[in-house]
Structure formats: structure tokens, C-alpha cells
């Protein structure tokens, strides 16, 4: 089907939008899957809050352009599908790894984030990066960690002059 002009600056605008508030991109060629796994796959991403689209490769490399993802040009051969992470930045990488376990037909070409192209066998890199929460959680763990010590070195301290005195008083017991 021919798109029109108003069409595919249509779409080069969505994706563009799309693509400079993302924090990570995961392009994969989705040849392979049928319609019933693509929308599957749709359907993950969105509960994910992943923006998940098939583009053209002409109008992807449209739409990366003066963007951090402009670096996926290369990539973009094929049938494409281009997956970008909106809150957490291995939220498409989680999404396409997963849904990839189950089909083998969704192979990734490329990932991308902060500019910098890495390779497929980088996805796990990605998709293990923790969420926002998690990040927030390890953050005060560690800064909790020094008080935590210290109130117990603190406490300790009585109990061990209990112990001392109780041990005296046992002694003179036995003494006695």
C-alpha cells in the first residue's frame, strides 16, 4: 500500500517525537512472526511502556535523525521493528528479550542508548539494568548502610556492660 506524503511525515514526526524523549532503542528484524505474535508483542510493549512501531526503514532513518539514535541508521535493513523505552531505560530491551525467548523468529540487529550503538549480544546488558524503583531502592540501601552500623555499635555497647556485670555477679556467686 502507497502512503502518501502527509502520510510519512506523519509518521517520521511520530517516531522522531517518540525517539528524542526515549532513554533507550532496541531495532530487531521481525520477519518470521505472524500477526498473532506481533500482536502479542504490540501488547507487551505497551504494558511495558515501551512505544513499539514497524517502519520503514527510510522513514526510521528519517525520523532518528538529529536525535541520540541516529547512530541505528546502519541497522535499519530489513524488516524492521524499532522498540524505544520511554521511563526506564531497559524497558525495550526486557520487552524484545523476552517476547524473543518464546519466538525465535525476532532476532535484534541493534540496540542504542545515550548514543552509543551496541551490539545484539548487548541486550542482556540492557535488559538487566535496573528499573527507576530498583535504582531508588539500591540508592538507599547504601546510604542507609553507615546508620544501620552504627545504631547497632551503639546498642551494643550497653549489652556488653550488662553481660560484663552479670558475669562479675556470677563469679561472686560462686565465690561465695
Same mark, same amino acid.
Given at each position: 500500500?502507497?502512503l502518501k506524503l ?15 524523549s526515549?532513554?533507550?532503542a ?8 505472524t500477526?498473532?505474535?506481533? @500482536? ?7 504494558e ?18 538529529? @536525535?541520540?539514535?541516529e547512530c541505528?541508521?546502519?541497522?535499519? @535493513? *530489513?524488516? @524492521? ?8 531505560? *531497559? ?9 524473543a525467548?518464546e519466538?525465535?523468529?525476532l532476532?535484534?540487529?541493534?540496540l542504542s542508548i *545515550? *548514543? $552509543?550503538?551496541?551490539?545484539?549480544? $548487548? ?11 530498583q ?9 542507609i548502610?553507615?546508620?544501620t552500623?552504627?545504631?547497632?555499635t551503639?546498642n551494643?555497647f550497653?549489652?556488653?556492660?550488662t553481660?560484663a ?8 556467686k560462686e565465690?561465695?
Amino acid at each position: 500500500m502507497a502512503l502518501k506524503l502527509e502520510d510519512k511525515k506523519a509518521i517520521v514526526a511520530e517516531v522522531n517525537e517518540a525517539a528524542k524523549s526515549a532513554l533507550s532503542a532496541v531495532i530487531a528484524d521481525y520477519r518470521g512472526l505472524t500477526v498473532d505474535q506481533m @500482536t502479542a508483542l504490540r501488547k507487551q510493549a505497551r504494558e511495558g511502556s515501551v512505544y513499539l512501531k514497524v517502519v520503514r526503514n527510510t522513514l526510521a532513518r528519517r525520523a532518528v535523525e538529529g @536525535t541520540d539514535y541516529e547512530c541505528l541508521q546502519e541497522a535499519l @535493513t *530489513g524488516p @524492521t521493528v524499532i522498540a524505544f523505552s520511554n521511563e526506564d531505560p *531497559g524497558a525495550a530491551a526486557r520487552v524484545i528479550q523476552d517476547f524473543a525467548k518464546e519466538n525465535k523468529e525476532l532476532e535484534v540487529k541493534a540496540l542504542s542508548i *545515550g *548514543g $552509543q550503538l551496541l551490539g545484539p549480544e $548487548q541486550i542482556d546488558v540492557l535488559a538487566k539494568m535496573p528499573t527507576l524503583d530498583q535504582a531508588r531502592a539500591m540508592l538507599m540501601s547504601v546510604m542507609i548502610a553507615p546508620v544501620t552500623k552504627l545504631a547497632r555499635t551503639l546498642n551494643e555497647f550497653p549489652a556488653k556492660i550488662t553481660r560484663a556485670v552479670a558475669a562479675v555477679r556470677d563469679q561472686k556467686k560462686e565465690a561465695a
